[in-house]
Structures are given as structure tokens and as C-alpha cells.
């Protein structure tokens, strides 16, 4: 509200400060014009001028139409035709194109304003004076402005638009650097939930079986059940923690973690821990690229770590079967007894599932199919994979954001690859190290350095290097060419009117000065002298445009009047002097005056 009412008093001050300037030419002409009449010229325009200043911010092209009509009253006057009305029009009609955006409309009205300004003068059977000035002083002063304001507008817009995009570039470099941060922490949570929490549950599972060693002291057993305890409370704060840092699903989390071993040494080491699991492999083994590999022991390891945390003690069944063009991952278990340990359902239990939600999420950026559920023999798990991934890998792009060194993104340091732009490692290459070991500082890949691709960065290139969206930069190419289109039309428009106008105007000027017959001569001539005497004191030609009642004035008996003008002044009418010829004498002699009699 506050705004609206800031907009509107400045609104107010505009219109007061444009209606001073006005009526102050309107007030000098008036004083320059000495006799007119004080109701007529000059309290009735400042009125139109405080009504049409106002109407131009609502009613732009009414504005334009009203100052018109003092124009008008101009053309209507006996003396001259031009008055400083046309310095509000000028004002006005410039003020016509910077508040409309569109053409035709416009110049409708400047079409409609010319008109009727060249019917005045056909009514009023105006002279050649008041015609020129009706084709050439108040088009121009309708249609020139009016270009410059559509230029000034075409430029204003240009520059909103410019920091419209120039916003929309800041929001969006910010979205993208909180893309890149959220999906480290689901690079994070990936990682925790699908490592830490599979080596927890197989300690947990190891801690559960030496608690039933013969060898062990009751307070052995005690504390080894404290242990399996507090590790079962770890591995719930670690999904309670991948909750929160988890993204929502619909993110391809973890795709880029490595993997240090194979499935086969996956299922070796729960066996050792103690995990009842049988499994078999089907059909020749074919080579896999690494994602696929990497998505099959996921597949294994998360289905290994659901079955021992809901299904302890129960047996596991894992299939591996390679077909020509796929592979197909099988993880059964048995559901627990009634009466058995842990909880009630093989499956997941409600509410949580969220490794599951990843694994699928992983196998269909594969190009392959999960399905999981309760079944014939317990509880299923089944991933279909290609052998070699159908949809575009990640290939560790980093994603746009605010560059504060080469090779880093704001916020999010990584490893600079050679040519400056930060890169993760190969995850076929640097494998993770295994838990039971020191990593390499020198070799282990940094996971918070390491960033994933913006998904939208395969559609919208990179902010910090200043480029725009597609549809972003075809709307500014679009106000750029209306942009130029208007400024060469303000150039090019005026350059025409002047090759059709200037001419005209010319040659009625040089038809207006040849035709002045100076008082002092007109004095020497005399009557009854012959032309051939008198010739070197009239003009080269007779003023070829006299009013109507000059020429209906009467006249000797078969003589021949011809007409000049007493002055050069090419915007004022002057009287004219009347010559009679009879046989090439001078007959008479007399004035015409300049007003209608």
C-alpha cells in the first residue's frame, strides 16, 4: 500500500511538473500574439492541458486527440496557423508512444488527428499556408515524437528484461549450488546406509552368535548382549541420520560410490559372520561395465542387510543368473516364526524402506527393473540389469554454481581436473578402500569434493559462466529485435517523410519568395506605363495562390490582375498587391488586405 501510494504522488508531481512546461509556452505564445483573446487562447488550453496531461498516463491516444483540437482552433485562425500548441502535442504524442507498447492503435489516432486536421483546412478552404503547415508541421509533430517514445520504450523494456534475466540467473545459481549441496548429503546418506549399516547389522549378527558360545561366563554373555544392544541402537541413529540428510526421492543417490569388492566376497564374508546363506550362479559370466556391477552388489548387500536386521537366523537364498543380454539378481529369505526373534515381518519394516527406495532408484538409472515383496518361500528381491547401462551414466559433471577458484565450486571443494573444472574420480578406478583397512590418503576419493551432475544441467547450460536458459535468451533476442526494429524505425521514418515532404516544401517556399513585390517598389510603379517599362520592378513571377475573395474582387472591364505578396514571411499572411493589365498597360493599381474582409 505503502508503494502504491509512493507511485502515485510521484505520478502526481510528473503530471504538475509536464503541465508547468506547457503552460508556460502556451502563456509565451499568447504574449507574443498580442491581440487574441485572453478566454480562447489561453484559459481554455491550460483547462485542456490539465485535463489531457493526466488522461495521458490512462488514456494516452485521448490525450494526444485533445491537444490535437487546439491545433485545430489554429488552423482556424485568419492571422496564422501556428501556435505553440504544437509543443503539447509534440509532448504528448511522445508521451503516446512510451506508454504504449503496440502500433496499431496509435497510429489510429495520429492517422485519425491528421485527418482532421486536413479537413479544417478543406472546410474552412484554408490557403496554401495553412495546408502546408496542416501536411508538414503537425504530422510531424505527431508522428516524430511519437517514434522517439516507442524508442524510449523499446529501450526501457530491453533493460527490465535484461535484469529480469539477469534475477533469474542469481535464483537460479543459488537453487543450484543448494542442488549440489543436497546432493552431497545424499551422496552421504547413500553411503552411510549402504556401508556403515550393512557392517553394523553383520557385527551385530556376530555379536548374537559368540553370545551363544558354551566357552563364555554369564557376565561374557551379559555384556555381549549389551554390545549387540548398543550396536542395534547405532544402526537405528544411522537410519534415523540417512533420514535426515536423505534428498526426496527421485534422485539417483550413490551411483558414484565405489565398490571395493565383488558380490562373491560380499556373500563369503556374511557367511563367515555367521549368516545362513546359500547362493548359486547361473550361466557364463559375462563382462559387466562397472555400474552395472557396482548396481548388482548394492542389489546383494541391501538385500543381505534388510533379511539379517528384519529376519535373523533365517535362511537366505541369493541367485545370480546371466542371460545373453541381462543379468538377474534373486535374494530370497524365510519368514521368521511366530514365535521368533526380531520382528514380526521379513520385509521392511513400515515406515523405513529407504534402501530400498534407493535401490530402485539406482537399478532404473541402469535401464533395469526392481521388484520386491512378499512371496512364495519369504520375502523377494529381484533386479533385472542390463549388461551394459542404457541410460546415460553420471559421469561426475559438476554442477553449475558460483566458481571461486579454478576447479572449485562455492561451498562445495572438490579436486580440480587439468583443465580447471572440478571432477570426481573414476568410481571404476578408485575404488573405495576396504572397512578393515587405513584408507590411503593419497588414493581415497573425497566425498564431499566428489559432485554429482545438476539433472538440469544437461538442458541449461552454466550460470557462472554467464550463459542463460533456452527460453530465457530467445525472449531477449526477442526484445533486442523489437528493440532495434523500433530504433531504425525512429531513424528511418523521418529520413522518408523528408524525401516526400521536403520537396513539396521547398518548392511552395521558392514559389512563396520569387512572388514578393517590396512595398517601396510597388510604390514607383505607375499607372498607364506600358509592362516592357515597368518590368524591372516586378518579381520573376506573380504569387500564383490569392484567396478566394481577392479573387472575386471586381475588376476593370477586360483587364488581366495578377497577384504578389508584400513580405517574405513564409508562415504569416501578408497583404497582397494587385496589378491590372490592359494590352500591357498598367490599368490599376491597389491592396488586398491579408484577413477576409
Known amino acids: 500500500m505503502l508503494n502504491t501510494r509512493t507511485t502515485s504522488a510521484r505520478s502526481a508531481r510528473g503530471d504538475a511538473a509536464l503541465w508547468t512546461v506547457l503552460a508556460a509556452a502556451t502563456g509565451y505564445g499568447f504574449r507574443d500574439a498580442g491581440s487574441a483573446s485572453p478566454t480562447l487562447d489561453l484559459v481554455l488550453p491550460l483547462a485542456v492541458l490539465a485535463v489531457a496531461v493526466p488522461w495521458s498516463r490512462r488514456r494516452p491516444g485521448a490525450a494526444v486527440a485533445l491537444v490535437n483540437g487546439l491545433c485545430v482552433m489554429g488552423l482556424a485562425d485568419a492571422s496564422t496557423p501556428g501556435n505553440a500548441h504544437v509543443l503539447s502535442l509534440a509532448a504528448l504524442s511522445c ?57 524510449w520504450c523499446g529501450r526501457r523494456q530491453l533493460v527490465r528484461e535484461g535484469w529480469r534475466l539477469a534475477r533469474g540467473l542469481e535464483e537460479r545459481q543459488h537453487l543450484v549450488a543448494e542442488r549440489a549441496r543436497l546432493t552431497e548429503r545424499a551422496e552421504i546418506a547413500a553411503d552411510m546406509h549402504d556401508s556403515l549399516g550393512h557392517a553394523l547389522s553383520l557385527v551385530a549378527l556376530r555379536a548374537g552368535a559368540l553370545e551363544l558360545s558354551p566357552d563364555l561366563t554369564d557376565r561374557d554373555r551379559a555384556d555381549l548382549a549389551d554390545l549387540r544392544g548398543t550396536i542395534a541402537d547405532a544402526v537405528e541413529q544411522v537410519r534415523e541420520t540417512v533420514a535426515v540428510l536423505r534428498d526426496p526421492p527421485g534422485r539417483d543417490t550413490g551411483a558414484g560410490l565405489p565398490v571395493n569388492d565383488t558380490v562373491e566376497e560380499l556373500l563369503s564374508r556374511a557367511v563367515a559372520s555367521g549368516v545362513p546363506v546359500r547362493w548359486e550362479r547361473r550361466g557364463a559370466s559375462p563382462p559387466l561395465s562397472c555400474p552395472v556391477e557396482r548396481g548388482m552388489y548394492r542389489v546383494v548387500q541391501e538385500a543381505l542387510t534388510n533379511a539379517t536386521k528384519h529376519a535373523p537366523d533365517c535362511s537366505i537364498s541369493v541367485r545370480i543368473t546371466h542371460e545373453p543380454d541381462r543379468t538377474r539378481v534373486s535374494v530370497v529369505n524365510a519368514v521368521p516364526s511366530a514365535g521368533g526373534p526380531a520382528h514380526t515381518g521379513a520385509g521392511p519394516a513400515s515406515g523405513v524402506g529407504r534402501g530400498l527406495i534407493g535401490l530402485q532408484e539406482r537399478v532404473t538409472v541402469l535401464g533395469g527393473s526392481l521388484r520386491t515383496g512378499s512371496g512364495s518361500g519369504g520375502f523377494h528381491v529381484t533386479a533385472v540389469l542390463p549388461h551394459r547401462a542404457t541410460t546415460a551414466a553420471r559421469t561426475g559433471t559438476p554442477a553449475p554454481g558460483p566458481v571461486t577458484a579454478p576447479g572449485r565450486t562455492a561451498g562445495i571443494p572438490g579436486p580440480a581436473s587439468p583443465t580447471g573444472t572440478a571432477r570426481r574420480p573414476d568410481p571404476g578406478m578408485a575404488p573405495a578402500p576396504d572397512p578393515g583397512t587405513a584408507p590411503d590418503p593419497g588414493t581415497a576419493p573425497d566425498p564431499i569434493g566428489a559432485m554429482d551432475p545438476d539433472p538440469i544441467g544437461a538442458m541449461a547450460p552454466d550460470t557462472a559462466q554467464g550463459e542463460v536458459l533456452p527460453g530465457s535468451a530467445e525472449r531477449l533476442a526477442s526484445v533486442r529485435s523489437d528493440a532495434r526494429r523500433r530504433s531504425a524505425l525512429a531513424f528511418v521514418a523521418p529520413v522518408v517523410a523528408a524525401v516526400f515532404l521536403v520537396p513539396s516544401a521547398v518548392y511552395l517556399a521558392w514559389q512563396l519568395t520569387t512572388s514578393v513585390l517590396p512595398p517601396s517598389r510597388y510604390d514607383e510603379l505607375t499607372i498607364g506605363r506600358p509592362r516592357t517599362e515597368l518590368a524591372p520592378l516586378l518579381p520573376a513571377r506573380a504569387y500564383p495562390y490569392p484567396p478566394d475573395h481577392a479573387r472575386s474582387a471586381p475588376r476593370p472591364l477586360g483587364a488581366r490582375c495578377e497577384f504578389y505578396r508584400s513580405g517574405r514571411d513564409l508562415l504569416d499572411e501578408v497583404d497582397l498587391y494587385r496589378l491590372c493589365w490592359s494590352g500591357g498597360t498598367l490599368l490599376t493599381k491597389d491592396t488586398v488586405p491579408a484577413g477576409r474582409p
Open 95 to 151: 508521451l503516446l508512444g512510451a506508454r504504449v507498447a503496440e502500433a496499431r492503435r496509435p497510429l489510429l489516432v495520429l492517422a485519425g488527428c491528421a485527418a482532421v486536421d486536413l479537413a479544417t483546412c478543406a472546410v474552412l478552404r484554408a490557403q496554401p499556408v495553412w495546408w502546408f503547415y496542416a501536411l508538414t508541421v503537425l504530422p510531424a509533430a505527431l508522428l516524430l515524437p511519437w517514434l522517439a517514445g516507442r524508442h
